[in-house]
T-cell receptor, first 114, second 110 residues
Framework: DAMVIQNPRYQVTQFGKPVTLSCSQT?????MYWYQQKSSQAPKLLFH???????NEADTPDNFQSRRPNTSFCFLDIRSPGLGDAAMYLCATSRGDRGNEKLFFGSGTQLSVL | AQSVSQHNHHVILSEAASLELGCNYSYGGTVNLFWYVQYPGQHLQLLLK??????LVKGIKGFEAEFIKSKFSFNLRKPSVQWSDTAEYFCAVDDYKLSFGAGTTVTVRA
């Protein structure tokens, strides 16, 4: 059974048109992460939530926002997608125990920007 | 900030060959070390991890990794690969957040 679910698997949007990617989890984990992964590059952490506490990475563009309305769901909003935002977006969760940070990943959403 | 280097971008092997993937990190303090694997069309999943203790770590599917603190390395090994080991392998290091290497694509030919 899928534990971290990302929808949709593929998302196509237009240049400048807002888009939202969703992630849900059945693990009841405290922490939810959003990573951006471009082709042949390492996954790059955009931000994470520890419960309701939002933690933004210093180099994450303002164009990227996130919401976590409850424990199970987390959303990635891209306000004005540019061509450079085309990438795989990975959601991950963890219990939040320092020293035991196994991450569980979703299958990702592949975003294309036309 | 933590940086993670994976030495090989793409490795091609025949079945039964031995595999070793290099990983080096930049931080000199206490870190947690991971190898993640992504099989074609699947999500990233944990292969093995090192937090403390024995520097030789056993993981799933016959993989092991050795932590060498003096070399800031955490290399992944498998004595005899199978076709099903074809995947992308990511080394990751956790000091206050998880930082990934760029990944190594491993192709095993039958």
């Amino acid at each position: 059974d899928a534990m971290v679910i990302q929808n949709p698997r593929y998302q196509v949007t237009q240049f400048g048109k807002p888009v939202t990617l969703s992630c849900s989890q059945t693990l009841n984990h405290n922490v939810m992460y959003w990573y951006q992964q471009k082709s042949s590059q390492a996954p790059k952490l955009l931000f994470h939530y520890y419960d309701k506490d939002f933690n933004n990475e210093a180099d994450t563009p303002d164009n990227f926002q996130s919401r976590r309305p409850n424990t199970s769901f987390c959303f990635l909003d891209i306000r004005s997608p540019g061509l450079g935002d085309a990438a795989m977006y990975l959601c991950a969760t963890s219990r939040g125990d320092r020293g035991n940070e196994k991450l569980f990943f979703g299958s990702g959403t592949q975003l294309s920007v036309l | 900030a933590q940086s993670v280097s994976q030495h090989n971008h793409h490795v091609i092997l025949s079945e039964a060959a031995s595999l070793e993937l290099g990983c080096n990190y930049s931080y000199g303090g206490t870190v947690n070390l991971f190898w993640y694997v992504q099989y074609p069309g699947q999500h990233l999943q944990l292969l093995l991890k090192y937090f403390s203790g024995d520097p030789l770590v056993k993981g799933i599917k016959g993989f092991e990794a050795e932590f060498i603190k003096s070399k800031f390395s955490f290399n992944l090994r498998k004595p005899s690969v199978q076709w099903s080991d074809t995947a992308e392998y990511f080394c990751a290091v956790d000091d206050y957040k998880l930082s990934f290497g760029a990944g190594t694509t491993v192709t095993v030919r039958a």
